[in-house]
Structure formats: C-alpha cells, structure tokens
C-alpha cells in the first residue's frame, strides 16, 4: 500500500533535531575540561574573532593594496597561518581570549594551521560541527578553539 502523505510522526526524529546523550559535555571525548579556562569556546567568540581578523586584513589591504580582494584573502591566509603556528591564536581570538591547540595527531601547528584555514576558506566546512562543538575543519585539522 502506498501512501501519499507523510505523517508528522514519520519525521518525528529528524524535527527533534540531531540525537544527543543525556548530559554529555562538549569537548569530553578530546579531553577538554568541562568548564573554564580550556574548555570549549562559546559559539558566539568564533564568528566574532573572524570578523576582527578580516576586519584587520580589510583595514591592512585598504592602507597598503587600495583594498585589492586578493589582497584581503592572501593576508587572511598569512594572517591566520603565521599566529596559528607563532601563537596559537589570531588577533582576533587573542582579543576574544581564544586559543587554537592540537587535541590529535603529531602534526606540526604550521601545517594544521594550513589545513584548517585552507578548509575554512571553502565556507561548508566551517558550517558543519560536531558534538563536541567543533566545525569540520578543526576535526580535520585535529585542533580545537578553547578559551583561555
């Protein structure tokens, strides 16, 4: 028998949204502490620090390059590359008190700081997350953006 409409039951799991257990802390299965200094970043510190870093190679491009797009991307690479493996962080994560660090693998922070930003560049990766609240290009990257 066929049927030609989809009952709201029939979707019941998928409108619950994303299955999740019962008081499971973000960041446990990377070995983060649940809270406090080393802890998964807020959401809301992540978008932001981006906005300071391209704010900053937008501001650096328009004084040196007259504002070239090109410019704006290559200094975002540098930018982001350069105090990944310097620092851990990028201006705008030190101003929000963030912090990038491996949580897997023995890669070096140079080329982990490659990968992810080359990933994050390609936007779908940055939208994607896991439990553990990290976006798919710091799960690549074996990272994780913590508070400091």
């Known amino acids: 028998m066929v049927r030609g409409v989809i009952e709201r039951k029939d979707l019941g799991s998928w409108m619950d949204g994303a299955p ?6 973000k960041g ?8 406090g200094s080393g802890a998964v970043a807020p959401f809301w510190r992540r978008p932001l620090s981006l906005v300071v870093d ?5 501001l650096v491009s328009a004084l040196v390059f007259s504002g070239d797009a090109l410019a704006n991307l290559v200094l ?6 350069l105090f990944l493996s310097l620092f851990g962080a990028t201006p705008g994560q030190f101003a929000l ?11 070096p922070m ?8 080359t990933l994050m560049l390609l ?6 997350w896991n439990r553990d609240s990290q976006p ?3 799960v690549v990257a074996g990272t994780a953006v913590i508070t400091v």
């Open 20 to 25: 999740a257990e019962e008081g499971y802390v």
């Open 28 to 35: 446990s299965s990377l070995g983060l502490p649940p809270q």
């Open 54 to 58: 391209w704010g900053l190679c937008m």
């Open 76 to 81: 975002f690479i540098v930018v982001n590359v």
């Open 97 to 107: 008190r963030l912090r990038v660090m491996p949580v897997s693998g023995r890669s």
């Open 110 to 117: 140079v080329l982990r700081a490659l990968v992810r930003t």
């Open 123 to 128: 936007l779908l990766p940055a939208v994607v």
């Open 136 to 138: 798919l290009h710091d």
